[in-house]
């Protein structure tokens, strides 16, 4: 069995579990947000929908479900492209470099999106 | 005349491989491609390429027709020739030997992994182990694979992953065990799969389906793969 230390859950029906899970929870989200959208909505409406705790909480799931889901899709695409067989061994070092940085942009906007969902 | 490109190398004389442009004159007949093939060699003896039984049964002339993996033995002009041209490669992702030979050592490492034979651990009966007509038909359209790596070289994640993604051929026979009723070790093989690399670098694509040659469908055996995976681990 082929081991792997970065990817989310490190077993591979629980990555693809949490993305097919993650893929359902985003998209009863924005097609949500897309219906609140489309039906007309200004600034009190929208501030009252976030002012609600279920809004936040759904919001919060939401913004969970994104950095899982990007997490799973993007450890995929780096362990296609980047790596020794494609490379050389720069493919390692570059490999490590993105997980790294996706992973600290994800935590970053997940930080941030609570900031912004309880108005910290 | 019939426009062919066919790629050549020779790593003993060529130091990188080029695609040599020749005519073949196939008289207006739908001939197959290895016919071709063959007309080619006719011209110059050092046009290399594996075949042998040439009716789709070996498996061994899988090339890249026109950018279509398929057996050039079974497959018409017709079905693969755009304005009179026909580009052969040989099948993409595994290092090439020669022409149109390529190295398939990767492809039966991983058909190797999924340990592709019976394993049953309760006593031998006297005479065979029987098997009923339904349980029989769950191995139909599985056990017929020829194992020409259509579909693996077919496979962006084989290409990217040939040592760590199992492929859509290998999946098939592991799943042909899976499913086999007189197989015991159900349990040990699974547990060998539930890596992000082996079963799970499948997204579905289907360029497995789409080319191979004996229409076997190793996503759907794929898809069964990941349900037992997933019923047995929730």
């Given at each position: 069995?082929?081991?792997?230390?970065?990817?989310?859950?490190?077993?591979?029906?629980?990555?693809?579990l949490m993305?097919?899970?993650?893929?359902?929870?985003?998209?009863?989200?924005?097609?949500?947000?897309?219906?609140?959208?489309?039906?007309?909505?200004?600034?009190?409406?929208?501030?009252?929908?976030?002012?609600?705790?279920?809004?936040?909480?759904?919001?919060?799931?939401?913004?969970?479900?994104?950095?899982?889901?990007?997490?799973?899709?993007?450890?995929?695409?780096?362990?296609?492209?980047?790596?020794?067989?494609?490379?050389?061994?720069?493919?390692?070092?570059?490999?490590?470099?993105?997980?790294?940085?996706?992973?600290?942009?994800?935590?970053?906007?997940?930080?941030?999106?609570?900031?912004?969902?309880?108005?910290? | 005349?019939?426009?062919?490109?066919?790629?050549?190398?020779?790593?003993?004389?060529?130091?990188?491989?080029?695609?040599?442009?020749?005519?073949?004159?196939?008289?207006?007949?739908?001939?197959?491609?290895?016919?071709?093939?063959?007309?080619?060699?006719?011209?110059?003896?050092?046009?290399?390429?594996?075949?042998?039984?040439?009716?789709?049964?070996?498996?061994?002339?899988?090339?890249?027709?026109?950018?279509?993996?398929?057996?050039?033995?079974?497959?018409?002009?017709?079905?693969?020739?755009?304005?009179?041209?026909?580009?052969?490669?040989?099948?993409?992702?595994?290092?090439?030997?020669?022409?149109?030979?390529?190295?398939?050592?990767?492809?039966?490492?991983?058909?190797?992994?999924?340990?592709?034979?019976?394993?049953?651990?309760?006593?031998?009966?006297?005479?065979?182990?029987?098997?009923?007509?339904?349980?029989?038909?769950?191995?139909?359209?599985?056990?017929?694979?020829?194992?020409?790596?259509?579909?693996?070289?077919s496979c962006?994640?084989?290409?990217?992953?040939?040592?760590?993604?199992?492929?859509?051929?290998?999946?098939?026979?592991?799943?042909?065990?899976?499913?086999?009723?007189?197989?015991?070790?159900?349990?040990?093989?699974?547990?060998?799969?539930?890596?992000?690399?082996?079963?799970?670098?499948?997204?579905?694509?289907?360029?497995?389906?789409?080319?191979c040659p004996?229409?076997?469908?190793?996503?759907?055996?794929?898809?069964?793969?990941?349900?037992?995976?997933?019923?047995?681990?929730?």
């Amino acid at each position: 069995m082929v081991t792997a230390v970065t990817s989310m859950g490190r077993s591979g029906l629980s990555d693809w579990l949490m993305q097919r899970v993650t893929a359902v929870i985003l998209l009863a989200y924005f097609a949500y947000i897309g219906v609140v959208v489309v039906s007309g909505v200004d600034y009190v409406a929208w501030s009252d929908l976030f002012s609600q705790t279920w809004m936040r909480v759904f919001s919060l799931l939401a913004l969970i479900s994104l950095g899982v889901h990007a997490w799973v899709g993007l450890w995929s695409v780096f362990t296609d492209y980047f790596t020794e067989r494609m490379m050389g061994t720069a493919g390692n070092v570059i490999r490590l470099v993105a997980e790294l940085v996706s992973g600290l942009v994800m935590f970053t906007y997940l930080v941030w999106g609570i900031q912004i969902l309880w108005g910290l | 005349m019939l426009q062919v490109s066919i790629y050549r190398y020779n790593p003993e004389l060529d130091s990188e491989p080029y695609m040599q442009d020749v005519q073949v004159d196939t008289a207006g007949k739908d001939l197959m491609v290895l016919d071709v093939m063959e007309m080619i060699k006719a011209q110059d003896t050092t046009v290399t390429y594996r075949r042998s039984c040439r009716e789709g049964v070996c498996g061994s002339d899988g090339v890249n027709m026109n950018g279509v993996n398929g057996l050039a033995c079974v497959t018409a002009l017709s079905k693969v020739v755009k304005n009179n041209k026909l580009v052969l490669r040989p099948l993409p992702g595994l290092p090439v030997i020669r022409d149109l030979i390529v190295d398939m050592s990767l492809f039966y490492a991983q058909y190797e992994k999924v340990q592709p034979y019976l394993q049953n651990n309760t006593p031998a009966p006297a005479i065979e182990r029987l098997q009923s007509p339904e349980d029989r038909e769950k191995l139909d359209g599985l056990y017929e694979c020829i194992l020409c790596a259509c579909c693996s070289t077919s496979c962006p994640s084989f290409w990217w992953n040939p040592d760590r993604f199992i492929g859509p051929a290998g999946l098939l026979q592991s799943y042909r065990f899976l499913a086999d009723s007189r197989d015991t070790a159900t349990e040990e093989r699974l547990s060998k799969l539930d890596d992000p690399f082996s079963v799970f670098r499948c997204h579905g694509i289907q360029n497995c389906v789409n080319v191979c040659p004996k229409g076997l469908n190793p996503t759907r055996a794929i898809g069964h793969i990941r349900n037992m995976l997933l019923t047995r681990a929730t």
